[in-house]
């Protein structure tokens, strides 16, 4: 079965910076797509981003980009210029066949001023 | 991507009772989600919701105890039956996939927080 690993439960950033979340992932699969998203307060999940593994190249949408090894089975997500509204748990999820989704445990992000 | 929404966003509900939430979608989406957050925790899959069919489970769900509709390609509901303090979460529904096509990616309703006393 696959599993997802977030391994900081939580991390904190001064505003402006720059900040790294871990996840590394198992499976056994060769094709397959990975996603960060994030939860803020309002509890809403929201798409932070998505790397499909056949790509070599990381994904990157605006602040956030990703560093993906597909060898290490390791998935980062970056958030540059990091901004108070980043204050969020991000999840990283894994998407097995059929679409399912599997998620981490969650790395709970405070951005302080 | 579609504007998902959930009734109840909240309930607070009595042990022995039973709540349906129901998810809608602002166009048809080829595939629909039900996940369990509990207090503190990641989200799990609870099943598949199948168009004219009997839900998809995930082990360790049963659909005595979440039975799942799904009558159309923008409407669902997931019934809590019979529920007990653990069954306090909140439940998410997602969408992948519009106008018949696969975009290998879910976008998240904005779940309804269920509190059983």
């Known amino acids: 079965a696959q599993t997802v690993t977030q391994s900081q439960p939580e991390m904190s950033v001064q505003e402006a910076e720059t900040v790294t979340l871990s996840c590394t992932y198992d499976?056994?699969?060769?094709?397959?797509?990975l996603f960060w998203y994030k939860q803020p307060p309002s509890r809403q999940m929201i798409l932070v981003i998505r790397?499909?593994?056949?790509?070599?190249q990381n994904a990157t949408e605006n602040r956030f980009s990703v560093n993906f090894q597909k060898a290490a089975k390791s998935f980062s997500l970056k958030i540059s210029d990091s901004q108070l509204g980043d204050t969020a748990m991000y999840f990283c999820?894994?998407?097995?066949?059929?679409?399912?989704?599997?998620f981490g445990e969650g790395t709970q992000l405070t951005v302080n001023p | 991507s579609a504007v998902i929404s959930q009734k109840p966003s909240r309930d607070i509900c009595q042990r022995g009772t039973s709540l349906t939430i129901q998810c809608q979608v602002d166009s048809q989406v080829t595939m629909m989600f039900w996940y369990r957050q509990q207090p503190g925790q990641s989200l799990t899959l609870i099943a598949t919701?199948?168009?004219?069919?009997?839900?998809?489970?995930e082990s360790g769900f049963v659909i005595d105890k979440f039975p799942i509709s799904r009558p159309n390609l923008t409407f669902s509901t997931l019934t809590v039956s019979n529920m007990s303090p653990e069954d306090s979460s909140i439940y998410l529904c997602s969408v992948e996939g519009t106008s018949g096509r696969r975009t290998d990616t879910q976008y998240f309703g904005p779940g309804t927080r269920l509190t059983v006393l």
């Open positions: 790397q499909e593994a056949y790509k070599q």
């Open positions: 499976t056994s699969e060769s094709n397959y797509y």
């Open positions: 919701a199948n168009q004219g069919s009997e839900a998809t489970y």
């Open positions: 999820a894994y998407e097995t066949s059929g679409s399912r989704l599997t």
